[in-house]
């Protein structure tokens, strides 16, 4: 069974920073492009960034781009999401996803929780 | 940027009813089109990938069709599990999301 676990996100003031986690069984993590994917409070889905298997290359959209940074760790299963520079627009849930081929999400975390405010 | 344009945006029907949800991208996409279903204070599930794939485990009441700019969900028989939103995409792009409520 596929599962994700996201862990990591809470309170924080507005420039600040925050680090979430995403550890991830039962499939080959190092077979699979990895993606973060936020929704603010009743909004809808919004695409935040994804990594290559090996790391190598990564994306993001254009409204967090220069202050997210994706990273992952075969050995540990786990893909992360710095986030710096945080404003009061990047409160949402994150979620992780296996990013199949880098185009499908295919399977899905539970999602964590990031408030930014003051 | 590509934009993923669904409509409607809600809609009310009953259990038993046939609905359609189009998703319309602002250029050819082929078929690389996926359909998301979400549900209050849940992650979104994976229903049809590559425009009309059933994804493993999906009821066949769900289906997808269509190709380079215009796509199409559909639900052939509403049941009341299936009350929910509903979310096209590609790749880094997301469609607003079509709420389906009971009437």
């Known amino acids: 069974e596929v599962l994700l676990v996201e862990s990591g996100g809470g309170l924080v003031q507005p420039g600040g920073s925050l680090r979430l986690s995403c550890t991830a069984s039962?499939?080959?993590?190092?077979?699979?492009?990895m993606s973060w994917v936020r929704q603010g409070p009743g909004k809808g889905l919004e695409w935040v960034g994804q990594?290559?298997?090996?790391?190598?290359?990564?994306h993001y959209v254009d409204s967090v781009r220069g202050r997210f940074i994706i990273s992952r760790d075969n050995a540990k299963n786990s893909v992360y999401l710095q986030m710096d520079s945080l404003r009061a627009e990047d409160t949402g849930i994150y979620y992780c996803?296996?990013?199949?081929?880098?185009?499908?999400?295919?399977?899905w975390g539970q999602g964590t929780l990031v408030t930014v405010s003051s | 940027d590509r934009q993923m344009t669904q409509s409607p945006s809600s809609l009310s029907a009953s259990v038993g009813d046939r609905v359609t949800i189009t998703c319309r991208t602002s250029?050819?996409?082929?078929?690389?089109l996926n359909w998301y279903q979400q549900k209050p204070g849940k992650a979104p599930k994976l229903l049809i990938y590559?425009?009309?794939s059933l994804q493993s485990g999906v009821p066949s009441r769900f289906s997808g069709s269509g190709s380079g700019t215009d796509f199409s969900l559909t639900i052939s028989s509403l049941q009341p599990e299936d009350f929910a939103t509903y979310y096209c995409?590609?790749?880094?792009?997301f469609g607003q999301g079509t709420k389906v409520e009971i009437k």
């Open positions: 250029q050819s996409i082929t078929s690389s």
């Open positions: 996803a296996r990013d199949s081929a880098g185009t499908t999400f295919d399977y």
């Open positions: 590559a425009a009309s």
């Open positions: 990594i290559k298997e090996d790391g190598s290359e990564t």
């Open positions: 039962g499939f080959t993590f190092s077979s699979d492009w």
């Open positions: 995409q590609h790749r880094g792009a």
